[in-house]
């Protein structure tokens, strides 16, 4: 049991970070195609930046970014939650009679909504500028 604790506290903060880092990774490159042209995806040549596609860029791109480094964690999952549950709904939900998202291509929309609602809830974990600002406390749960 004791062992079990030990892995836990050891290694529950760093796996929580690297899914954090590997989502955001996965994450920016659907803002930087848009906004950046990198890489490139001819569906987004002549993208109005003041539009809903450009606005999910700027989002993408930037709230990424912010995940990727771990920097105002909480707020920016959550914002990205409803952002990418909004996006399943207009982009995806609507282009078929059934809600499943492997009917409607809405899997990966679906999957970022959850793991951003998780990081809502459990935080940046190690290796973020979060946890540089805020150093832990002993005893005191965060």
């Keep these: ?7 836990q506290e050891t290694w529950q903060k760093k796996a929580l970070a690297v899914l954090r880092i590997v989502t955001a990774f996965l994450f920016i490159p659907h803002g930087s195609a848009k906004l ?9 040549d002549g993208l109005q930046l003041f539009s809903l596609v450009g606005l999910s860029g700027v989002l993408e791109l930037f709230g990424g970014a912010l995940l990727l480094i771990g920097l105002f964690i909480r707020p920016v999952a959550f914002f990205l939650c409803g952002f990418m549950a909004v996006a399943y709904f207009m982009a995806h939900a609507s282009q078929g009679h059934v809600l499943l998202p492997i009917f409607n291509g809405g ?3 679906v999957v970022y909504c959850f793991v951003f609602l998780y990081f809502v809830f459990a ?3 190690a290796w973020s500028v979060d946890s540089m600002l805020r150093p832990s406390v002993p005893g005191h749960a965060r």
């Design 1 to 7: 049991m004791a062992i079990d604790r030990l892995f």
């Design 123 to 125: 935080g940046a974990g």
């Design 36 to 44: 950046l042209g990198i890489p490139h995806l001819p569906m987004f």
């Design 107 to 109: 899997e990966l929309a």
